[in-house]
């Protein structure tokens, strides 16, 4: 779908911006600055105005991102969960680092709590979730989804 | 005493017709049908309720500020407030580490929620109400326009009320995943398109939030209670749990613990029942000793074993109930791999508004991922050989490491001293907490190796 019909789906008021913008990020996989301009002149807004909102979030991205990012929780319970242990399991699978760009194709990272504390740990890939991901099943998803 | 999870396991949250026949929307009714907005503010007041955000603000009162905001001021047309009308945002933008109660109503029965959404906007007298609901939560959302829907249907909510001429609009608004946002005012600027940080207090959003027009933003457990509040009377309400902080609370057990999960308690109760009760918690895994828990997600303080006796309430108490998560903590995990999760995390969800707090957190977690890896400070020298030659020769002499660790642990002193007072918002000294307590807890263990 292009930009313009994404825009006309909504009303140009400003609590829709959020939702354009999220829209956008789903269609795109990122917002950059084309996307940015069209999103101003639609809600008529200043462009640096658009480009605030859009790089602030952490669902969204402002670049295109050319390699596949692998997000593992850190949280308290994760963690009480060996996290940590499959984080090096797909460290090693990968050979990879966590939170090193070094590599490009992959990118493991920490993710922030998103809620799941009771089916941790949580791993994500390309917004997708897994839950109760074990050391022993990571290889299973990594193969199957990478 | 059950108030929230009553009748949860006879709800399908997908059908408003269970809702309606555990006593559903009978406190709308009345509401509506039989009391004034004055009357329901009240009735809230003389209930205790305290908000279950953290805070633990007096939910009465801050209805009665926004209640008594009046129609749109030259002072705020001139900064460009549009409408006429009030907001009332129901925050369910939950991501404290360890923290799923808003998640797990909303799953259970969204109804409740609603309902006191739509009584608390009558209240204020708002036309316009908001789910600011976490952008990870997509089921839930889902779920919750569902039940959005059949509510329209029912003419729960909309235009003309049960036949009233009161008129209520909700939306679902999902967040776009940052933990800032659930700070009251940085998720009133999310709603606006803007970036979401928070904004200066005064004035509070119940005198000028949404667009510039009185906003109440309560937290989705606190509405929650509301239905049983104005069906039960409020009496009977500020009878239940502790005398200053009346009325139940969700708790969130997870780590160690044998019954992980969310259970509901009266406020007051000790965090000694709620790990080892077996109604709740039921003690700690089979060959786990208990250290310590954490209680109020990543921002809470640390619990030895010597102090679980303290009742958890929202008035003066030594350890603040924060989003009611309890972690418990056994004696086989890394404290070191657990500062590095809390620095990590606020250093990631720091907004980069205030400097102290952007700074801060920065540097907090370059140092947690030192002392997690056993690395030395860099030293003052300014060419890498030399501070390679200094380092060689401390690692001989043992003694000089030791040193060097030390600038370390002055640093931490420094940053935690200048993330709980200077910061903008809570988020800095929500940051320090939990590293102050570790530190004063375990300082030796974190530092001498």
Known sequence: MSIQKILLKFEPKPENLLGVLK????ENGYIGKKECEGAAGYFSLPLARVYSTASFFDQMKTKKESKKIIKICSGGPCLGEKSMEVARQIEMLLKIELENDARAKYKLELMSCAGLCDRGPIVMIDNQIFEK?????????????L | MNILTRSWDKINPLDIGSYIRQRGYEALQKAIREMVPADVIKEIKISGLRGRGGAGFSTGEKWEMAAGQNSRSDLERARGATSNGKYFICNLDESEPGTYKDRTIAEKNPHQIIEGLLIGAYAIGAKKAYIYINGNYKKQAEILRIAVGQAREKEFLGRGILGSAIDIEVEIFEGAGAYICGEETALINSIEGKRGEPRLKPPFPPVSGLFGRPTIVNNAETLANIPYILRQGAKKYSQIGSSVSPGTKLFILSGAVKNKGAHEAPLGITPQELIFNSLYGGGLETGKEFWFAQIGGASGRLVPAGKLDQPLTYGNCEYPLGSGSVLVVDKNADLKDLLLSWAGFFHRESCGKCVPCREGT???WEIAKRLKNNDLPLTNCNNASERDININKNHKEGQLVRGEREKD?????????????TTFCPLGKFASVAWNDAIKMFGKKIFDK
């Not at chain 1, 991901?133 to 989804?145: F, G, W």
């Open chain 1, 23 to 26: 829209e956008i990020q789903k």
């Open chain 1, 133 to 145: 991901v074990k050391p022993e099943t990571v290889d299973d998803i990594l193969a199957n989804y």
């Open chain 2, 362 to 364: 920065y540097r907090l």
């Open chain 2, 409 to 421: 642990r002055e640093n931490i002193e420094d940053i935690l001293w200048t993330l709980s007072r």
